[in-house]
């Protein structure tokens, strides 16, 4: 049975959306662009000075300020033509295609100035935009993949289970074996800095020391001890399994947070250079 076009756009990747509807006006952006820069004749030469190098100049403005929108149109998401996703989709090759109108704007003519300026921002903002598209793209199916069927709160919620569990266990044992488990229990962190979650580990983690002691206590293990010790050490290794389960997932959160530290402050500076541009054109020259 054919697959209706509105379920095939719902679980389509916002790159493919609409088929490749925003890549085609990518596309033709490029072909305009480039058309106008080689076949029409420019005096004295190619710039940015010209009316064809206004025309782009104006296309790539306005282009900048409507791309810069996107973050409150996350806040308004809706279904149908102005969904998030094609919103998404439209961001990424309109943004990817002011490489070819801003460039041909400027005539390929740079020096230390102003304008020169406003350009390598632009290509900063967009080369971060990349890094964005590939965590976005590969991220997410690579968080799906972790958690399985649970969510973050599920599997905070089996850590605490497994707490509940470790305590029973720990009651035969004596009163150094549960000091052990308490301490284990009460200083397990997860989360912290935006550095320590993008590394998914921590070295200091108290669950995985407990474990390796138990580990070397059952080896040297009389009969009384030996059954308690390894019904103990069985839900230490569930809990530290679950434990980088749970640190994978949030280092895959912050990657996904961690590009935006770069990409908006860009964005922001982009802004003030093109505005700053665009005076000094209009006003002084």
Not at 103 to 131: D, E, K
Request: charged residues 20%; proline residues 2%; positive net charge.
């Amino acid at each position: 049975m054919a697959i209706p076009k509105k379920h095939q756009d719902e679980h389509s990747s916002f790159l493919a959306y609409k088929n490749y509807r925003y890549f085609k006006l990518f596309l033709l952006l490029c072909i305009v662009s480039t058309t106008l820069y080689v076949w029409f004749d420019f005096t004295p030469a190619r710039n940015g000075g010209t009316w064809v190098g206004y025309t782009l100049g104006i296309i790539g403005a306005l282009l900048i300020l409507w791309l810069t929108f996107l973050g409150m149109r996350k806040r308004w998401i809706s279904q149908g033509r102005w969904s998030l996703k094609g919103w998404t989709s439209a961001h990424v090759y309109l943004g990817l295609s002011l490489i070819f109108v801003a460039t041909l704007h400027t005539g390929f003519q740079f020096g230390w100035n102003l304008h020169t300026l406003a350009y390598a921002l632009m290509m900063g903002v967009i080369i971060s935009g990349l890094f964005g598209i590939y965590f976005y793209v590969v991220l997410p199916r690579q968080m799906s993949a972790n958690r399985g069927e649970m969510s973050q709160a599920a599997m905070l919620d089996e850590v605490a289970n497994l707490d509940r569990m470790l305590r029973d266990a720990a009651q035969p044992l004596d009163d150094i074996y549960i000091s052990k488990v308490q301490n284990s229990i009460n200083k397990t962190k997860l989360g912290g800095g935006i550095f320590k979650r993008i590394s998914g580990r921590n070295r200091k983690c108290t669950t995985h020391a407990a474990t390796r002691f138990f580990r070397e206590e059952l080896r040297r293990a009389d009969n009384i001890t030996h059954g308690p010790l390894l019904d103990l050490l069985s839900v230490l290794e569930r809990k530290n399994a679950l434990l980088r389960q749970i640190r994978r997932h949030i280092r895959f959160r912050a990657l996904l947070e961690f590009w935006l530290y770069f990409h908006i402050p860009l964005t922001f500076a982009l802004l003030a250079a093109l505005t700053a541009h665009i005076i000094s054109v209009f006003f002084y020259s």
